[in-house]
């Protein structure tokens, strides 16, 4: 299949489009100019139900919405367009938008940047000591936009790629230096937007270099779900398959991280043939999604998810909460609420999907588990744990909270048995700048 792509620009050539009302696509054409929209063909003729449009998932997914803004500034945005006002008047009005919806805020991306010889590298954070996150610079874009992407600042041109690096030697030279580091994430956007021979100046190095404490090279990709052709047809498919199995050769275990968010996206047959190829390399594939609101909030979705996703080979990895980034408001839902349907997806699947971890947030001082609610000498409370944690002797620590059936996320929780702070409080003060900043970057 060739790779068509819509955007703002050119979304109304989408024939499907041409049954949807009106003020569906006047809200794309208004909430797209704010927050950022891209899709393509394979997303729009297999992925989306257009009987069902505009209730389906997939569609909720990658269209934006009128509700993900706020009314009044849906109002505003329509009043700049419809006035007729110029490109920059449009991008000014809606950068005043963003810069509402909490997008990094400044200096946050300070917390986990690595140094080498005293200077920062951008393009790199290490937040948990085994693992070190890679964006490469070519790697900035995605397949398709989903409408919750916590990356969305990157998209829409609000960060000059700050994290992007080109400097895959300096990598090298991290991970050499650091032997507490076994892991390298690569990330984006979506590292495999990027022709393989690109993906291969990155990888290539760090297999060369033959480091003995990296075992693990991890790869975040939405690929299989948006565009499994990737691995199948497209040009360079043979040759990225080659690259995972030089990955292995070099006695490296290649971790393919697959976003999933939505069991459609696993039923067609080019994402079965592409995960087969996947797997014959020698990688693992581990799965992983926020719960969101109007997409999966449901045990049904999510253990039809894990059970289709196992007996294609995958291994269900991360349940994620839905971050407080963008239209939060639109997709997130309580944290009790995310619990619950853990609970009865978990209770509703064998041992062999339960690899699933979660609902967890990633947050300020790590990733931090909802366990549940529980009675402890009759206090009703709510119980965490940390998967992981910016200090790493914080893992698998359980802590409590006041019972909160509004908690979206751990800044809205308050430490339960009239504690005055969390276990982790102080440490953290003393991690982080003085000037602690409540979102953070995964
Ligand atoms: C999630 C995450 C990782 C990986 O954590 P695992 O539990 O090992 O999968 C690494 N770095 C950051 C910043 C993360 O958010
Ligand atoms: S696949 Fe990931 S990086 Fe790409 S748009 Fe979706 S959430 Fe963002």
Known sequence: MKYNSFMLHNFKNIPQLQSVSSQIIEAIEIVGSVLPFKTNNYVVDKLIDWNRVPNDPMFKLTFPQKEMLLEDDYAKMKFVIDSGADKQQIKEAANEIRLKLNPHPAGQLEHNVPMIDGEKIFGMQHKYRETVLFFPSQGQTC????????????????????????????????????????????????????????????????????????????????????????????????DLLALFEDVKRAGKHLAFMAHFNHPVELRG???????????????????????????????????????KQVSLGCIPYY???????????????????????????????????????????????????????????????????????????????????????????????????DEEKFFFSDKLNEILSPNVIESDFE
């Open 143 to 238: 397949h398709a936009y989903c409408t919750f992407c916590f990356r969305w600042p990157q998209f829409v041109g609000m960060e000059d790629l700050k994290f992007a690096s080109k400097e895959a030697e300096l990598l090298v030279k991290y991970v050499q230096d650091n032997p507490e580091v076994t892991d390298v994430l690569f990330t984006g956007g979506d590292p495999l937007i990027m022709k393989t021979k690109h993906l291969e100046t990155y990888i290539r190095p760090l297999l060369d270099a033959n480091i003995p404490n990296l075992r693990h090279i991890r790869i975040g990709s939405k690929a299989l779900a948006y565009w499994p052709y990737r691995f199948i047809t497209d040009d360079d498919a043979d």
């Open 319 to 417: 349940m994620f909460v839905a971050r407080n980034t963008g239209a939060q408001h639109y997709f997130s839902i309580p944290l009790i609420e995310a619990w619950k349907i853990f609970r009865e997806t978990y209770q509703s699947v064998s041992g062999i999907c339960r690899t699933l971890r979660g609902p967890s947030m990633s947050c300020l001082p790590g990733k931090v588990q909802i366990l549940g609610v529980a009675y402890v000498k009759n206090e009703r409370v709510m119980t965490f744990r940390m998967i992981q944690g910016r200090s790493p002797d914080w893992a698998a620590r359980p802590f409590f909270a006041k019972y909160d059936e509004e908690a979206i996320w751990y800044t809205d929780l308050e430490p339960a048995f």
């Open 269 to 307: 047959d080019a994402v079965a043939e592409a995960i087969k190829r996947i797997l014959k390399t020698g990688a693992a594939i581990r799965t992983q999604s926020p719960v969101l609101k109007h997409i999966n909030d449901s045990s049904e979705i999510w253990a039809e998810m894990l059970k």
